[in-house]
Every structure is written in C-alpha cells, then in structure tokens.
C-alpha cells in the first residue's frame, strides 16, 4: 500500500544552521509528493510539491527533490530562521489521483535564536 | 480570498455524546476533504466528496461517524456517539475538483475535540 516516512522529531537548530527532514515513501506507480508546513495554532499550509521524477519543489527558501530512484522527497533549506519552527509533513497524492492525500507522521521543528 | 473556515475551534465533550462539526470551503471549490488528525500523528482522510456526492468514505466509521454535503458547499461532520478515541483534530480541507492533475488541497484551521 501507500505509505509515507519521516525523520523521528522533534528537530532543534541555532538560526541561520542548514536544515534536512527526511522523507521516503512506497506508493506503485508515479504518486505526486508534497510538504505541508503547520504552524502554532495554524492549518496546514502548502510549502512545495513536484507532480514527477527529478522535478524540484521550492518556495520560501525551502527545496525538495523527487527522487524515484530512492523513493524519497527530503526537504532543505540553507538558513534556518525562527519563524520556521513548525511542524513539517510530508504527504504524496497516489498516482490514481483519487484526491486523498497519505500523511507521513509529521516532523516538529524548533529553531532557536 | 476567503481560506476554508471551519467552527467551532475547540470542543470538550464527555464520552457517548454527540457533536458536530461544520465546514465551509473556499468558493468554488467542488471537492471537500474531512481529515482526523490524531496527535503525534499525520492526518488520515475520514471522507471526500465531489460537489455534494461521496466519492471516498472507506476510512469513515459509519457506525458512529456521519457527514454530508448539502447543496455541495457547506459540509458538517457528526459523530455520535462519541468515544475516547475520537479526541483528535478534526480539518476540512478543499481543492477545485479538476479531473486529473495534482491539484493542491487547502486546509481550514481545525477543530479540536477533546473526549473526556
């Protein structure tokens, strides 16, 4: 079946430190993969998707890369800010494309000044 | 734009009572997602719908959770009756409803059900 995991939270890091949050997934086919960003009392939010191999999700200095070699969509950033404390999750929409997204567990991020 | 609204925020209910959620999607939206979000956990999709029809419920516990869609805008989510697992938060999600593609869902704040 579909499946989606992720680095084991919480994640801590000094402003401006280079962040990774890993994410591997098993899904048939050729899913669509996507980050979903929650912050302190917020929805879900979209942070980036890539809808094929190889293909580079990026917004707001945060980038994934499809990697179907590896089945993995590991998100970075360069520099870390406060503001980036948030829970991070990682989801992919199975290629039947029926609409129903699978979550991974969620990672929690904290950076600290 | 208006983003998906969702009410109430928070709701403390004992055990076998029942609740109700309710759900507005961004307009024009055709396609309204529930989610139960566990904590610690990701969200799990509880039901879809399609303008006001049921395309996925395979995940719904039909036994004491209902939803509907009328008119295909608003959608609320009943349970009833409640158990302590229910305790979650509970979003609503929309997307446009294009056939095909990857289209992005937007998700409204959540409401959160404690269970006591």
């Known amino acids: 079946g579909n499946s989606v995991t992720q680095m084991e939270g919480p994640v801590t890091l000094s402003e401006e430190a280079f962040l990774t949050i890993n994410c591997t997934y098993t899904?048939?086919?050729?899913?669509?993969l996507f980050w979903y960003v929650q912050y302190p009392g917020e929805g879900l939010q979209l942070l980036l998707k890539a809808t094929k191999a190889d293909d580079k999700g990026s917004n707001k200095g945060f980038e994934a890369t499809y990697r179907k070699e590896t089945t993995s969509f590991h998100l970075e950033k360069g520099s870390v800010q406060v503001s980036d404390s948030a829970v991070y999750f990682c989801a992919l929409l199975p290629s039947s494309n029926t609409g129903k997204l699978i979550f991974g567990q969620g990672t929690t991020l904290q950076v600290k000044p | 734009e208006a983003g998906v609204a969702q009410s109430p925020r928070y709701k403390i209910i004992e055990k076998r009572q029942s609740v109700a959620f309710w759900c507005n999607p961004i307009s024009g939206h055709a396609t309204l997602y529930w989610y139960q979000q566990i904590l610690g956990q990701g969200p799990k999709l509880l039901i879809q719908?399609?303008?006001?029809?049921?395309?996925?419920d395979s995940q719904l516990p039909k036994d004491r959770f209902s939803a509907e869609r009328l008119k295909g805008v608003d959608s609320t989510l009943k349970i009833q009756p409640a158990k302590l697992e229910d305790s979650a938060v509970y979003l609503c999600?929309?997307?446009?409803?294009?056939?095909?593609?990857?289209?992005?869902?937007?998700f409204g704040p959540g409401t959160r059900l404690l269970v006591l």
């Open positions: 999600a929309s997307s446009l409803g294009l056939a095909g593609g990857s289209e992005t869902q937007y």
């Open positions: 899904a048939t086919g050729y899913p669509s």
């Open positions: 719908f399609q303008n006001n029809g049921v395309v996925d």
